[in-house]
């Protein structure tokens, strides 16, 4: 199933720096809030989700 997933297109990429982390647990807790921000991104290509949604507001 991983390379049905790997030969779609990527929709949203988000890029974290996790230099200096230096467990499993540590990298996890950097990256974890970027998958729901990465997820929002998708659904917004995809026309599914109005681009005010999830957006912190300023």
Known sequence: MTENVDEGEVLAEEFVDV???QS??????ALY?????????????LGVLEESVGEAKR
Do not use: I
């Open 19 to 21: 230099t200096g982390k």
């Open 33 to 45: 809030p970027y998958y729901s921000l990465a997820l929002l991104k998708a659904l917004r290509v």
């Open 24 to 29: 499993v647990d540590e990298v996890y807790n």
